[in-house]
């Protein structure tokens, strides 16, 4: 089915703002639930060295850009290449005995290969892995959740993009929001 770019710029005004807001409260939310876990796990070590609190703190910045875009992108829509970014890193999920990266914010929908076999995976909540030489067992999977998420941010924006460059105005840009 072809959609044409009226058709494309016939979306409802309440549709982007109910958009927007969605991005907005899944990343915040994630990211404070994230920066939060990180800070617990980090007060309850009894010990921590410098490479782990460098991994904490990395993780932390981490969660707290995602507060930060999330907030960003619910005042200024145009600058969605941050929020982006942000999907991006959730989605690839590693681990190998040389190096583990897993990061997810505030929702997870996941497939991973690990040992021969392909599991499926839901998580509610924040989880963070980075590791450096800990043996772990290998495998490789994505975050669903993360790539449909930024899928979906790409062709909102392009939409948007196809709308200006034909001279057609949204109807959520077509008067002020009373809100």
Same mark, same amino acid.
């Given at each position: 089915?072809?959609?044409?770019?009226?058709?494309?710029?016939?979306?409802?005004?309440?549709?982007? *703002?109910? $958009? *927007? @807001?969605?991005?907005?409260?899944?990343?915040?939310?994630?990211?404070?639930?994230?920066?939060?876990?990180?800070?617990?796990?980090?007060?309850?070590?009894?010990?921590?060295?410098?490479?782990?609190?460098?991994?904490?703190?990395?993780?932390?910045?981490?969660?707290?850009?995602?507060?930060?875009?999330?907030?960003?992108?619910?005042?200024? +829509?145009?600058? $969605?290449?941050?929020?982006?970014?942000?999907?991006?890193?959730?989605?690839?999920?590693?681990?190998?005995?040389?190096?583990?990266?897993?990061?997810?914010?505030?929702?997870?929908?996941?497939?991973?290969?690990?040992?021969? *076999?392909?599991?499926?995976?839901?998580?509610?909540?924040?989880?963070?892995?980075?590791?450096?030489?800990?043996?772990?067992?290998?495998?490789?999977?994505?975050?669903?959740?993360?790539?449909?998420?930024?899928?979906?941010?790409?062709?909102?924006?392009?939409? *948007?993009?196809?709308?200006? @460059?034909?001279?057609?105005?949204?109807?959520?840009?077509? @008067?002020?929001? +009373?809100?």
């Amino acid at each position: 089915m072809n959609t044409t770019p009226r058709q494309i710029c016939s979306i409802d005004r309440a549709g982007f *703002r109910w $958009w *927007r @807001r969605t991005q907005m409260l899944l990343t915040i939310g994630g990211g404070f639930l994230g920066l939060v876990m990180i800070v617990q796990s980090a007060s309850t070590a009894d010990r921590i060295t410098l490479p782990s609190f460098a991994v904490v703190a990395l993780l932390g910045l981490l969660y707290g850009y995602g507060v930060f875009v999330g907030w960003r992108y619910s005042e200024h +829509p145009e600058n $969605w290449g941050s929020l982006l970014l942000y999907h991006l890193v959730q989605i690839p999920m590693v681990t190998s005995p040389v190096f583990s990266f897993i990061f997810t914010s505030g929702f997870a929908i996941s497939v991973q290969f690990a040992g021969g *076999r392909l599991g499926f995976g839901c998580n509610v909540g924040s989880t963070s892995v980075l590791s450096f030489g800990e043996m772990q067992a290998w495998s490789a999977g994505m975050n669903i959740f993360a790539a449909v998420m930024a899928l979906a941010l790409i062709y909102t924006h392009s939409a *948007r993009r196809t709308c200006e @460059r034909e001279e057609i105005a949204p109807l959520d840009t077509a @008067r002020e929001d +009373p809100y």
